[in-house]
């Protein structure tokens, strides 16, 4: 990455890409280099602190661009501002970034630097996990799930004729972080590669639980909006007393503050009362807890009522209110203010990709996407934490065609790893130093 080459940054769910992109986002700026932190979905953006790609490049909600729309977008002065004033441009979850959304910001980029490069010139870091949940496509509802086999390329970005002529070096991290269990590692690894068998499941059995065994404090993950609605719902209005109701604040145009709501795991009016099972949406900046921590809600204090949490771990924790802030150049362009809670009775296995958990039940039996049972699981850290209501059988299937893309990625990145081995040390710090001097930056 510090040698300016574009990066395919892949491995499994907790090899720390995110941790490697958020040191190299703190290198670069520590150099004086502002990088356009991006994701594929509202959700991750708000994990990595960036704007949605299709907010960033100003291809919005289109599936596709003529020339007059390239024009018009160059024309947008902020996005012209933002895309010729950029040097490295960051895409988290590019799993879930359709291969024709990945074209279009390809030719805004190389439109609006007015250069022929891929992306204009920029330095692309993609990052993500293809195994993990793949883009919704048009019309993608009205085929069977079979036919899609036949449309991999078409379907993930790298297919793209973006990707290909970018020519990323794969940089395959190929350390777990996440599980430290043995026997859940080799289930993971067996669901990863399509050798999902009985001598994995027996460990799931062991698992398997009725809804009314299903531990407290956890919680729940399930396939469906409509099930964690109604979940969180009834399990708030069993507790007694009032709900103390949080409205979120916001501040800048109102596109900008949509698209933050979009990807704030936190709701618009978070309804909480002494009991509530709750889940923090975000780090805290001085470590106290992280995004997935788990806690009970003790009670409420001061004027305006902070709620005041205690964690799984015990710990007690006096809840302050949180900004998510969507920047660019180091301007704040908008700004919401929510206290970083959300009702943790149950959760979409969606909106849990990113998290760590202790323990989590799930409910798989209405998984209907490939690799979204692998995202459930993976969430976990350890067999011993895992609940299950039930499954079926998609739940242990990833694509099959994204299991030899990923061979592939290994392959390839074993051999970029080597070819970067031979290079001399001092030729790879005068690259580096190189590409900082072209970013405009200085290296102390």
Request: hydrophobic share 40%.
């Amino acid at each position: 990455m510090k040698s300016g080459a574009n990066i395919f940054l892949t491995g499994e769910p907790g090899s720390g890409k995110t941790h490697t992109i958020n040191w190299y986002v703190s290198y670069l700026r520590d150099c004086g280099v502002q990088p356009a932190i991006t994701a594929s979905t509202g959700i991750a953006a708000t994990h990595i602190g960036g704007m949605t790609i299709h907010s960033w490049s100003g291809i919005g909600i289109k599936t596709e661009l003529n020339k007059r729309d390239i024009d018009n977008i160059a024309a947008n002065k902020p996005v012209a501002k933002r895309i010729s004033g950029a040097s490295v441009l960051i895409i988290d979850e590019i799993s879930m970034l359709p291969p024709y959304a990945l074209d279009m910001v390809d030719a805004v980029c190389r439109r609006v630097r007015r250069n022929p490069e891929p992306f204009g010139g920029l330095q692309i870091i993609l990052v993500g996990d293809f195994f993990q949940l793949p883009p919704i496509m048009k019309a993608q509802a009205e085929k069977p799930q079979a036919s899609l086999l036949n449309e991999v390329a078409a379907r993930f970005a790298y297919g793209s004729a973006s990707w290909q002529a970018a020519e990323p070096i794969v940089c395959y991290l190929r350390e777990q972080y996440r599980q430290d269990d043995k026997d859940f590692l080799k289930l993971l690894s067996a669901i990863r590669e399509n050798k999902f068998g009985e001598q994995h499941l027996v460990h799931l059995r062991k698992r398997k639980i009725e809804y009314n065994q299903a531990p407290k404090g956890l919680p729940k993950l399930y396939s469906h909006n409509i099930d964690v609605d109604r979940v969180n719902s009834e399990m708030l209005a069993k507790l007694p007393g009032k709900s103390n109701a949080f409205e979120m604040t916001t501040q800048g145009a109102r596109p900008l503050v949509d698209t933050l709501i979009r990807g704030c795991l936190s709701p618009e009016i978070l309804e909480l009362k002494i009991g509530a099972s709750v889940m923090f949406t975000k780090n805290s900046s001085k470590g106290v807890y992280a995004n997935g921590t788990l806690g009970t809600v003790q009670g409420f204090v001061g004027d305006d009522g902070y709620p005041i949490v205690v964690t799984n771990s015990g710990q007690r924790v006096v809840v302050e209110p949180s900004d998510w802030l969507l920047e660019e150049g180091g301007t704040t362009l908008a700004r919401i203010t929510q206290f970083p809670l959300r009702l943790a009775w149950a959760i979409t296995v969606h909106k849990s990709q990113g998290m760590s958990l202790d323990g989590a039940v799930m409910d798989l039996s209405s998984v209907f996407e490939f690799g979204q049972g692998y995202v459930a699981l993976s969430r976990v850290r350890r067999l011993s934490g895992l609940h299950l209501l039930g499954w079926n059988q998609r739940a242990f299937e990833v694509h099959p065609d994204i299991v030899a893309k990923d061979m592939d990625f290994k392959t390839t990145s074993e051999s970029d790893l080597a070819t970067f081995a031979k290079k001399p040390a001092k030729e790879l710090k005068k690259l580096q130093k190189d590409f900082i001097k072209y970013c405009g930056g200085s290296i102390s």
